[in-house]
């Protein structure tokens, strides 16, 4: 079969000619139908983020169908529609058991640990499937299993209630689900700060407040628009230190900002003026659980979640077309999210 894979770090990602996986007793083998370019994989492409061992394909944003399944594999059939959960947990270590499986000690992640969906067939553990219904398109089942996901175990770590206002930073993959999940779950206000023209009136469709960031500076705007007080939760969902101090900084009292972005560079934080002085937190936040998918679906199938807005590309399962999309993203251009249809 063809897989997409890295070789080399800080290398494009390549075409390769590999054997079709064979599943094991409790796995499914699924044809891949759709496979989101996700900024992960720009850090894994990049070495800023560690992979397992090369070579690598990549790919966790995946939606298929069953193709075939394990002899003890009860309940699916060939054919069956499905998107992945990308974690793959033991579920008995003391974070399985606490339901915070994404610390798992055994737990491996699809195209980062092993092998992905940027390919035509991948097998996997038959426990890690999800229903797709008929409804949610292919591409949008493979999106909705990381930055739909991600968006919303964001908001349930940033503990969101009704009637609070929300900023979210970066309108990107992630920031499209979190706008609209944030109306979902009752939200006051949802400001949405870009420097994308395009990516702001997206937001503005979705119902967010757009907050240009190259007008000027966030924070005072978002106090502005709060009138003096700030946000109770900000979501930061780019990955860049000056987003997450202006994250931090936008809150109000008593605020919470989700950190979603992934860097390692450090961010200033005022102990007295922006953390004591206002009860304030910072929360990180990392991946998702398993259990928040089906409601995640069911937003998605009910219209509370649209993402129609969220892929706006589709391209081919060759090596240039990825490269090109990881590029873009790399750059922070004004694709939202790419996907692959094998
Ligand atoms: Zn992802
Ligand atoms: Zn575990």
Known sequence: MKAIRLTR???PLEMADVPTPTPGPLDALVAVQAAGVCHS?????????????L???LGHEVAGTVAA????VTGWAP??????????TCGHCRYCDAGREQFCVQGAMIGKHRDGGYAEYIALPARSLFHLPEEIPFEHGAVLMCSSATSFHALRQARLSAGESVAVFGVGGL?????QLARAYGAGQVFAVDLQPNKLSLAERLGAVPVDASAGDPVAELKRLTGGRGVD???ELIGLPQTMEQAFKSLAIRGRAAIAGISNRSFEVAPYADL????AEIIGVSDHLAQEIPLLLEWTRGGQLDLGAAVTETIPLEAGAVNQALDRLANFGETVRTVILP
Do not use: F, K
């Not at 054919?79 to 793959?88: M, P």
């Not at 920031?175 to 706008?179: E, K, L, M, Q």
């Open 276 to 279: 004591i002085n206002r009860e």
């Open 9 to 11: 770090i800080g290398e």
């Open 175 to 179: 920031g499209i689900s979190a706008v």
């Open 55 to 57: 070579p690598l394909t």
């Open 233 to 235: 939760v900000a979501l």
């Open 79 to 88: 054919g069956d529609r499905v998107c992945l959960h990308y974690l793959l």
């Open 69 to 72: 399944v394990g002899d003890e």
């Open 41 to 53: 994989d720009v850090h894994y492409r990049a070495g800023a983020s560690p992979a397992g061992l």
